[in-house]
Nanobody
Framework: QVRLVESGGGSVQEGGSLTLTCTVS????????MGWFRQLPGKDLEAVST????????FGSISTKGRFTISRDNAKNTVSLRMNSLAPDDTAMYYC???????????????????WGQGTQVTVFS
């Protein structure tokens, strides 16, 4: 059974930082592109950041570039999202997702991701 379990969400003051971690089991982690997505209130799910199988390539959304950093540890089957300079507009449910891919590339389309975690809430207050 494939499981993706997110942790690290919570409430933080504007300008603060959080690190989200996703622990994955039930699949060969190194065969999967990993990503973080978020759903803002009333909005569609959007890609925040994704990372290739080896970790050598990353994608970051324009709104989070320079503030959020994705990383993965293939030995521990984890993917993390370090979020700095958080703003109220970052308030959302954040989801970890996995996509099998033959190539060591990043992906941005949520339709390519097969497995999803249950989500973790991030709330930024001013």
């Amino acid at each position: 059974q494939v499981r993706l379990v997110e942790s690290g969400g919570g409430s933080v003051q504007e300008g603060g930082s959080l690190t989200l971690t996703c622990t994955v089991s039930g699949l060969t982690f190194g065969d999967y592109v990993m990503g973080w997505f978020r759903q803002l209130p009333g909005k569609d799910l959007e890609a925040v950041s994704t990372i290739s199988k080896s970790g050598g390539s990353v994608f970051g959304s324009i709104s989070t570039k320079g503030r959020f950093t994705i990383s993965r540890d293939n030995a521990k089957n984890t993917v993390s999202l370090r979020m700095n300079s958080l703003a109220p507009d970052d308030t959302a449910m954040y989801y970890c997702a996995a996509a099998y891919n033959e190539y060591d590339v990043t992906l941005t389309s949520k339709s390519r991701f097969t497995y999803w975690g249950q989500g973790t809430q991030v709330t930024v207050f001013s």
